[in-house]
């Protein structure tokens, strides 16, 4: 499914082994929330965790907030019954970690429907390993539940042997690789997390560099972070009235039979109209609420 629009600023990580984070996560500013059944949770704690997060997404209260189940990856006793309980919760849709290939997204899909996950409920990927990024195609084609990837910035780095430093740059093929193959196929993408909480400034530096790569918000691992995402992922004032004024001078140029129009001195084409269409109407659905 072409992944549908809405906020994505701000998408934070929940361990499903803890009922009060989930239910905290209700109060929170946060466009998602990513249930998590995978890394934050131990190994004697995942069926309880499994059913701690069905029953809170099945309870409700979470609003706006789209809502993924990360489940346990293919290779763990735990996939099967992760995927299973997921399709029958309610939410949004189910995250699989560690993608690899179409196949996984595949069985994902089998073990869905075989629940009965109504047509709605989506598919993620997490893209966090070299033969993940470069599948990145045949992975966003492989399902039509098929919505979003979200990076796996930690895993990637340690197979890659790389560092992790603030500019990301031996990264920067594998985050564009996905990000080409999200938008080539109507796809929303996730920037990954950045894991120093004492580091304000480089969170939002963090931010800013995946808002200008094309994310559509930041994957977080503490509340305290929700509010810079937002803030850096929204459309700024400047850029909606920006936005709304081409939008007006475009329309009234082809009303004069005009295809191109010049405002404040920059020439505006069909294409600039498009974006700013899209600015203004994601600051229209932030506003909502």
Known sequence: MATTARPRRSVLYM????????????????????????????????D??????VEAVKAGGYGRRELLVRVNGLSTPWFHADVAAAAQSGADA?????????????????????????????????????????????????????????MGTSDLAKDLHCAHTRERLPMITSLGLCL??????????????YLDLNDDEGFEYSCRQGLELGFDGKTLIHPKTIDAANRVFAPSEKEIEWSRKIIAAHAEAAA?????????????????????????AMAELIAEG
Do not use: Y
């Not at 989930?22 to 990513?34: E, F, M, S, W, Y």
């Not at 309880?48 to 997060?53: K, Y």
């Not at 709605?120 to 084609?141: D, N, Q, S, V, Y």
């Open 15 to 46: 361990p499903g082994s803890n009922p009060r984070a989930l239910d905290k996560a209700r109060t929170l500013a946060a466009d998602g929330l990513i249930l998590d059944l995978e890394d934050a949770v131990a190994p004697d704690a995942k």
């Open 48 to 53: 309880t965790a499994r059913a701690q997060v």
């Open 94 to 150: 189910v995250l699989i970690p560690k993608v690899e290939s179409a196949d996984a997204v595949r069985l994902t899909q089998a073990i869905m429907e075989a629940n009965g996950a109504p047509d709605t409920m989506a598919i993620w990927c997490m893209m966090e390993t070299p033969k993940g990024i470069l599948r990145a195609e045949e992975i966003a084609t492989s399902s039509p539940r098929m919505a979003g990837f979200v």
């Open 180 to 193: 080409l193959a999200a938008r080539a196929h109507g796809l929303a993408a996730l920037d990954g997390v």
């Open 256 to 280: 004069q039979g005009k295809g191109v129009v010049v405002v404040d001195g920059k020439l505006i084409e069909n294409l600039h109209v498009e974006n700013a269409r899209r600015i203004v």
